[in-house]
């Protein structure tokens, strides 16, 4: 579930996240990453913050810049605007930040799903689609937030300042992104199941009429019964006659 959820977050992506705002956000995380960068450079220069060396104190201070970077990166907008804008009674809604799906559709996300329920077609095909944008955009989101964290967490480890059973609980919350990606390759094989099944108001298709034959004879009467006219035998002529 795992490789199947990879390739669905690679082919949806650009369908679930704005190449422009994702490229936008990436700009601000560069630039963030520089800020931070000179903003650290000069500040050790000047009050000598960071009591290690030379060697671990440049790697505390590029550890903490891209660190900054991967958080603007993920506090960036990168969906989507939703065009025309979805509403309710008047209210805006957003489906794009579907993260779950109705009861009926449960069973069909588990590790052992059941076979997908003809009455249940048309509501596994909507909700794993919302589900599947959902869930890109939440990796997209927390990856980078993620990571972020980690080399914080790692750069204050570097320099004395954090204890190192801390970075269990970035091992833990890894954990948890890894099983969105496994939830992601579910929500896609219930979706083939239910795309493969026929739709649920498709009409039967009629029988093929049989061909009826024309020129069959009747045999001859043996039973004395009246001749009728599907019993008369058409005139057989014979060249010359």
């Known amino acids: 579930m795992f490789r199947l959820g990879w390739q669905v977050f690679r082919a949806q992506f650009a369908d679930a996240v ?44 590029v550890l903490l810049a891209i660190a900054t970077g991967l958080l603007a990166l993920g506090c960036c907008p990168v969906a989507w605007p939703l065009d025309p804008a979805a509403t309710i009674n008047g209210r805006q809604v957003r489906p794009d930040t579907a993260r779950t799906v109705r009861t009926s559709v449960k069973p069909y996300l588990r590790r052992k799903p059941p076979a997908v329920r003809p ?59 890894l099983d969105r990606v496994r939830e992601l390759g579910r929500a896609e094989r219930a979706r083939r199941a239910a795309a493969a099944l ?37 005139a057989e002529t014979r060249p010359g006659a």
């Open 18 to 61: 704005s190449v422009d705002r994702f490229r936008r956000a990436l700009r601000i995380g560069v630039l963030a990453a520089v800020v931070a960068a000179v903003v650290m450079v000069a500040t050790e220069a000047a009050f000598q913050w960071a009591s290690t060396s030379t060697g671990v104190t440049v790697v505390v201070i």
């Open 198 to 234: 026929p739709p649920t108001d498709a009409r039967p298709t009629p029988p093929t009429p049989t061909a009826t034959r024309t020129d069959r004879v009747s045999p001859p009467r043996t039973d004395g019964a009246p001749i009728t006219a599907h019993d008369v035998r058409p």
């Open 119 to 177: 009455e249940d077609r048309e509501a596994v095909l909507v909700d794993t689609a919302l589900l599947r944008r959902g869930l890109v955009l939440d990796l997209t989101r927390w990856a980078p937030l993620l990571l972020a964290g980690l080399l914080a967490a790692v750069a204050a480890w570097t320099a004395g300042a954090l204890p190192a059973y801390v970075l269990l609980y970035f091992v833990l919350w890894s954990v948890g992104v």
